[in-house]
């Protein structure tokens, strides 16, 4: 069966740190891969998806960044964050592009960045 | 992008049933989801609806009409770990087949 881990679960960090957030999936090949992040009473919002290695998407301007150097393994990365980057982020796979419709996301159990 | 609306909070007791309702706009409907997430949670997966109708799951049922770019999530006999976040998502094919979500609605369960 498929599994998606991402780590860590919470995280405390000052303004203006580097981030690294690390995410994998075990069980299938090629999935897509995405990150997103929620912030409190608001929608979950795409930030990166990536479709293979070294294919990256990026959703909106912003201070952070993602990588894929290989299959199932996607990275988050900031070199100096800002408060404004606080918020749950949750990584997430799918076996398709959605093309046929019905391929859901599976989420992982997410990370808590607070940036103090 | 895509407007998802849907109700920020709804309460409802234990046994009882309550419709999340969920509008959308959008120029090239290709499926919508909907999600549970219980707090410091990660979303899991509930039900896709892709053709005008009901589909039913157990106590969950979700309904879709296309023409009104209209959903809802139905929940029979409340449970309290019922008591989550419902998020509603559409994908669509105008924007590379990838989904957006609504800010979703906390469903709060009473005894």
């Known amino acids: 069966s498929q599994t998606i881990h991402q780590w860590p679960a919470t995280l405390v960090q000052p303004v203006g740190s580097p981030l690294s957030l690390e995410c994998t999936v075990e069980?299938?090949?090629?999935?897509?891969l995405y990150w997103y992040r929620q912030a409190a009473g608001r929608g979950l919002q795409l930030l990166f998806y990536?479709?293979?290695?070294?294919?990256i998407s990026s959703e909106v301007p912003q201070n952070l960044s993602a990588s894929r150097p290989q299959d199932r393994q996607f990275i988050l990365s900031s070199k100096k964050l800002l408060l404004s980057d606080s918020g749950f982020y949750l990584c997430?796979?799918?076996?398709?592009?959605?093309?046929?419709?019905?391929?859901?996301?599976?989420f992982g159990s997410g990370t808590q960045l607070s940036v103090l | 992008g895509q407007n998802i609306d849907q109700p920020t909070e709804m309460t409802a007791t234990e046994g009882a049933i309550v419709q999340i309702n969920c509008t959308y706009q959008?120029?090239?409907?290709?499926?919508l989801f909907w999600y549970q997430q219980h707090a410091g949670e990660a979303p899991t997966f509930l039900s896709y609806?892709?053709?005008?109708g009901l589909e039913e799951k157990g106590r969950f049922s979700s309904f879709l009409s296309r023409s009104k770019g209209y959903s809802y999530l139905l929940l029979k006999e409340l449970q309290m770990k019922d008591s989550a976040s419902y998020l509603c998502?559409?994908?669509?094919?105008?924007?590379?087949?990838?989904?957006?979500f609504g800010a979703g609605t906390t469903v709060t369960v009473r005894a």
């Open positions: 997430a796979w799918s076996t398709g592009t959605g093309r046929g419709g019905g391929e859901k996301l599976f």
């Open positions: 069980g299938t090949s090629n999935p897509n």
């Open positions: 990536s479709v293979g290695i070294g294919q």
């Open positions: 959008t120029s090239g409907f290709n499926g």
């Open positions: 609806n892709v053709l005008d």
């Open positions: 998502a559409v994908r669509d094919r105008s924007n590379d087949y990838k989904l957006s």
